[in-house]
């Protein structure tokens, strides 16, 4: 299940989740937080979705069709993310009680238009990581949620310990915008081990949906029975191969393309 934003573009949010959820042989069900109007030069508008109709979403879904992992993107406002971390104590969602969540803290488009309320960042990390098994902010988020500034692999670590401290299982701290590497440093961390993802950089423009589509097919390996190491190892090669295979769309940022 994917808890997130509607992209009128189809390149990010809930149209990149049921995608690669879609390719990954799952069935996509969807708890809409928010109906973004964008296209490839970036948001125009926001229509929040009512916090009670984005909880009624997840308790339609969840009895009935049952999930096998969640994960969140585009939250919107402080109201919805109370709404969804209430019901996801209420359906035994994330929090190590069955069923996982990954939590990705999206706060801005690539373009830097707000998908997240000023007020809410302090909601998000406060109900939203310690529901999470695993929290994926890019460089940009950690140093909103932690205030580190990562620059190199040392503050990637300290980064990481942050994230964990605030309370969620593993955090996968994304370096794929440490420009001054050649490759894309991804670091995941669970209070013991430090592992190193490593792949090459892929330099493109066309890599709109990038995050939502590495946390969907992170959430999808979990819903396939994998491990958290092994997923995140999986959804690292999956995006990897959707920014290399990324097309052209509009006179802006296309969308990564996981139809390999
Ligand atoms: N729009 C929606 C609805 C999203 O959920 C996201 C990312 O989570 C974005 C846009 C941002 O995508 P990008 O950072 O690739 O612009």
Redesign the pocket.
Known sequence: MTI????SGG????Q?DMRTFALLGLHACVAVT?V?V?NTLG?TGIAPIPPETVAAQMRSVVPDIGVGAVKT??LASAPIIEAIADTCDELDIGGGRGVALVV?P?C????G?P?LADDALDTLVRRMIPLADVVTPNLDEVRLITGIDVVDAATQRDAARAVRDLGARWALVKGGHLRSSELSPDLLFDGDQFISLDLPRVDTPH??????TL?AALCGALAHGYEVPDAVDFAKAWVTKGLQSAYPLGAG?G?VNPLW
């Open positions: 997130a934003g509607s992209d390149g990010a949010g809930i990149a928010a973004t964008q948001v993107g585009m990705d999206v801005a488009s690539m373009h238009d998908l890599d709109h949906g990038a995050g939502d946390a940022h969308p």
